[in-house]
């Protein structure tokens, strides 16, 4: 399905190191917003109260989003392994898996509404592109072209 991604068992760390870095930079910047306006009035408690606030939350950020892209490229991994292909349905069911195994300890219901959200939101990512995929592959059908001159 996807040429340009690593192999199986290489794509987990690739996937939880790309999902941990954007969860850093992610934090980074929400946090330095937040921890600025939060701050006492004056420049230096403001810059003072920003890169603490970097400093505390952002790695957290990114150690919740390396650990959401761990699970899921383990589930997927696993799901390409077990039916022997590659496509949507296993990114859509290792959304749904990711987000039950991560609420697990919340107890059963939460797991289920997790799960049910994780594979919503895989689903609607998915169908995206691939709205965008036949958008993009509509300019390189063959057909009739009219040029307008002005």
């Not at 199986?8 to 930079?25: E, H, W």
């Not at 403001?46 to 890169?51: A, F, I, S, Y």
């Not at 761990?70 to 799901?79: G, I, K, N, S, V």
């Not at 219901?109 to 609607?124: H, K, P, R, Y």
Request: proline share 5%; aromatic share 10%.
């Amino acid at each position: 399905m996807d040429d340009l991604r690593e192999p199986c068992p290489y794509r987990i760390t690739d996937d939880c190191g790309g999902a941990f870095t954007m969860g850093c930079l992610g934090g980074a910047v929400f946090s330095a917003i937040k921890g600025f306006r939060l701050a006492p009035p004056g420049i230096k408690s403001r810059l003072t109260g920003m890169t603490t606030s970097v400093k505390v939350k952002a790695p957290v950020l990114g150690g919740n989003f390396g650990t959401w892209g761990l699970t899921f490229a383990a589930c997927d991994c696993t799901l390409i392994y077990l039916r022997n292909k590659e496509d949507h349905w296993n990114s859509i069911t290792a959304g749904a898996a990711t987000g039950g195994l991560l609420s697990i300890r919340s107890g059963p219901q939460a797991a289920v509404t997790s799960a049910i959200i994780g594979g919503v939101l895989l689903a609607m990512i998915e169908g995206i592109s691939i709205a965008l995929t036949r958008i993009g592959a509509e300019q390189f059908k063959p057909g009739v072209y009219y040029f307008f001159s002005l």
